[in-house]
């Protein structure tokens, strides 16, 4: 008995009766209609999804790509015997007593001298105001000079100077002669000499090699920052992590998925791993400044640190790939290993680990990715610390204060001159490029080595 | 002697070990190899095993007890009278610390010697003035205790280090000599060094238990540390949130939990619908070169690490939502607010909710489908009266996975939510949460005296138990209520 008998009131309705099939009914329009609106949604959040990652790397890569260029101005500096090195002993102690206050005399009257030369209007500016228009940072880049090269006091020399970063930021279009006029650090009339100076030849905008190269620069002289010593300090605790988690965590899938018997202890270990794998990154920092730093006594801002913290972090990514990998190797393998009398453990060394490998080895790149690109964790151990000084070689190295690409671009961001911004915008793109190079990788592998059974 | 040094030594020695026991096999049957029980690369084996694991791990235990036992020593050998008012202990042994190395510092440049250093007494000279010469700061005159207590923790220190290389270097010797003369033509080399390897992957796999207990005891410990200096209850149940550096600060955790939760919720209504939709879409309608290209592209939002998103939302999103919807509306005027920081996690969470619903989906069989189609229903109709009915566990599942995603996020929070510690329910103020409160307590110095320092850890716990406890509460609904088919 059916509700419909029962009740008996959804007998078909008599006009429905004499009518083709084919006719639709208001009902069934109604049905239609909600059946289109709901592949409509779903394809609207399909586009909202794609929307959002397209709007998420354009903004990232409009906001970032300018970092790559930088302005220059090409400056014939006179390195002032009488003001370098006075009783001209070429005594390099003595040569290095001169600070950068000494060179910035040198680089006013050489950008004055250049100025003139071309035939540009001065504006009525003082000499002073013309000389802003080099970076601060210019006067260190002419010292190093000296310091390596004592036998050129005397001499005019060629340098190409950073110019300074409101004047490079005219040039990118974040400054312009409006708000140069309501800036305390620029001026219209420099701007008009940089125009000016542009057509000269003498001021030019060109790939920007030392964001790679040179490392962090003060608040002040944002043109001179740079990522050398975070991409280093990135380098060397993905060495760190790479050392440490690859053996570790392939050991541990091995006794996991091949040794391990079923019991309680098994699972605890299991149920700790996918634990692990679930608690938030800033916890496993937390880790790192109780144990590592106040405990065992490691120096902050190291990237034994930071390596360390990312390998407990990467470890559970890199377990769960490997037993994936060991667990798609058939069994037959197995057998006809252990058939021909070897040992279990010549079984997973000679014959599965190997077949295994490029499994394992994804895993492992996208582990690394994954630690590549964490942040919050190096922030509880100090990586955030403003360090200028490239770390040593390592093994020392790795004790030696250094910084990370994404605490770097997080750093940036804190400060106050918008120059920052474009510039973390910049380390993001070299943190993406980076990413995309070992994702890349991973995939390669495993079109390349992947077996299917 | 440098750590990094005695290992390498240590590895040697194992190497030269299997180089020796290959031979001392070879000779023990007089060159005929079939004689032996195993092949002779496993008696080399069992060497090298036996020579380096022993002392990596006395070396590893020494280095991790050394620091305690000598802070130990050193601590109970400074009088309370060293101790400035209002100071305490830690803060001199940091101080003991650092004469330490200042005074390696100093012999490193050659400045002092050992002679000298023994009728080095703070009373006479400038300790301070010097270990500034060698770059070494301090704040305070050193006291002729401190000062004797660095000179003792310094001794004690090389003193151990140079113990240490001697019990390591000869425990290495002393395992080599006993495994080779053990080597004969009836040792089963093969099996022991077998059942040592097996013991060396039981002990990876325990690095993860370490990991927890590392996690839960630092945490424990230091909330524990934490309790003692402030009083669970104002923590727990003030409303304010008010940290002083000189002291009498406000802890209450409330408005911090507040903040996640509402910062988590915002993210999840973004996220959930969309997800959701995305997986439906992908895996009922979609054709297979819509499904191939669409999922990868979706999934590289999940690839992609929170600071890009955090700088997504501090550059673009956070002045768009003040331009265009908090300034007009009047509800607020800064670019960091709820709302951009939910936004912007939940962009972050969309693939999250959508491969995990995705894979749910497609699990339920297509028996149920055909039977509802058989029935006439629709196909939006199937998918919400047969599909998600069936998949709903996993998919309650995912959404409790993302909200911990939530809640444990940081960056996106720091850079999008903002830093004042609010309870209000306008989306479009800046609010914070716990793991922006845990950066902000924690980054710059640290000493763990402080409760404004130490605060930290009890967030920590407390986000620790919170993730937990979603991923536990997850695992146990997708168990307990998943439909098995077949």
Known sequence: ??????????????????????????????????????????????IIGLLALVGLLTSILLNGMSSFRQTYVSLEVY??????????????????????????????????????????????LKAKKIADMISPEAPATIRDYVLANPDKIGETVRFDLLAGGRIDGYYKGRVTMETAALDRNVSPEQLRIADALRDAGVLDTRFNWAFFTAPDASDTRPEAAGLGVAILGSAYMMLVVLVLALPLGVAASIYLEEFAPQNWFTDLIEVN???????????????????????????????????????????PTIIIATRAALKAVPPSI???????????????FHHVLPLAMPGILTGAIIGLAQALGETAPLLLIGMVAFVREYPAAPPEGLFDPASALPVQIYNWTTRGDPAFVERASGAIIVLLVFLLIMNILAIILRRRFERRW | MNVGILSLIVLGLAALGYVLARRRALAVVQGDARLLHSRTGYYGQLVFLLTAVPAFLVMA??????????????????????????????????????????????????????????????DQTDIRARLAGVGIALGAEVSPAVFEAAKSYRKMQKTGALAMTVVVLGLALGMMGLALSRISATLRARNLAESFVLSLLIGASLV????????????????????????????????????????GSDLGFAPLIWGTLYVSLVALIVAVPIGLMIAIYLAEYAGKRVRSLAKPAIEVLAGIPTIVYGLFALITVGPFIRDWIAQPTGLGDSSSSVLTAGL???????????SLSDDIINAVPQALRDGSYGLGATQSETIKQVILPAALPGVVGAILLAASRAIGETMIVVMGAGAAAKMSLNPLEAMTTVTVKIVSQLTGDTEFASPETLVAFALGLTLFVFTLGLNVLALYIVRKYREQYE
């Open chain 2, 61 to 122: 235990i020494w280095l991790f007890l050394q620091p305690i036992l000598i802070e130990q020593r050193v601590a109970e050998n400074i009088p309370g009278t060293a101790i400035p008012e209002g100071g305490d202990l830690t803060l001199v042994m940091s101080d003991v610390r650092r004469i330490a190395g200042g005074i390696d510092a100093m012999m490193a440049d050659g400045s002092l010697g050992e002679a000298q250093l023994k009728d080095m007494h703070a």
């Open chain 1, 1 to 46: 008995m059916t509700d419909i008998a029962r009740n008996g009131s959804s007998a078909p309705a008599p006009a429905r009766r004499n009518r083709s099939l084919l006719e639709v009914d208001d009902r069934t329009r109604r049905r239609n209609a909600a059946e289109a609106r709901f592949k409509l949604m779903g394809s609207i959040a399909v």
């Open chain 1, 273 to 315: 791993i996918s634990n692990l794998a679930a608690v938030p990154s800033i916890v496993f920092g937390i880790l790192g400044l109780a144990v590592f730093i106040n405990y065992a006594g490691l120096p902050q801002s190291a990237p034994i640190v930071g390596g360390l913290v990312l390998t407990l972090m990467t470890l």
């Open chain 1, 79 to 124: 390195l002032d015997p009488a003001k370098l090195d006075k009783d001209g002993s070429g005594n390099l102690e003595k040569i290095a007593k001169v600070t950068t206050f000494g060179y910035k005399p040198l680089i006013q009257k050489a950008m004055v001298a250049t100025v003139a030369a071309n035939g540009v209007d001065d504006q009525g």
């Open chain 1, 334 to 348: 197995r057998e006809a290993a252990l058939g021909v009398g070897a040992s279990k453990m010549q079984t997973v």
């Open chain 2, 208 to 247: 993860a238990i370490a990991t927890t207990a590392g996690i839960v005891l630092s945490l424990l410990f230091e909330t524990w540390h934490f309790f003692q200096l402030y009083p669970a209850r104002d923590f727990f149940f003030s409303l304010t949130w008010n940290p002083q550096f000189r002291g």
């Open chain 2, 344 to 354: 912007v996690m939940g962009i972050m969470l969309i693939p999250f909710v959508s």
